[in-house]
């Protein structure tokens, strides 16, 4: 299968490397929403951030963070979006995992702003008993039980994205 991100990988398309260690890598966006825009992604073809493991996910944040300093300090920066787009219907346009370092000046035209909802209290109240996440603790202890529930719903999340990405032109 074709990936254009794990071309960036291999060499087959050149790119301005940012980052690299055994297991991520930082570029330059070729296609930059910005002057200075920045990608990190797994080495491996990995196509969700839910399916990246989770000190991967660590490693790209850290150098997340190190990117939106240095683009701050050395490329006059006045702000950063940290940005992640998870299935086509958040605008994932490739089937490869990635996290985006845009750089922002004021009046750059760039609008990643969003009309503030009003939702009722007890529709928020609903959401927040499904969105809690787990303390780890509670995880190890629902791990000795039987599970239903919790993994088919993730399963089910992932299941739902991909086959989203499968669709994709
Ligand atoms: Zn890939």
New binding site residues.
Partial sequence: MS?E??DYVSGKTGTKKLYEDSEILAVLNPRPAAFGHAIIFPKK?ITLLLQVPEDVVKRMFVVAQQLAGILFDAAGAEGTNVMISEGPAAGQRHA?AMVHVIPRKSGDGLNFEWPQKQIPEDSMAKIQELLKVPAEQKKEAAAEKPKEEEPKKEAGVKDYLLNALKRMP
Avoid: A, P, T
Wanted: with cysteine; net charge neutral.
């Fill in positions: 990936c991100i794990c073809h490869h």
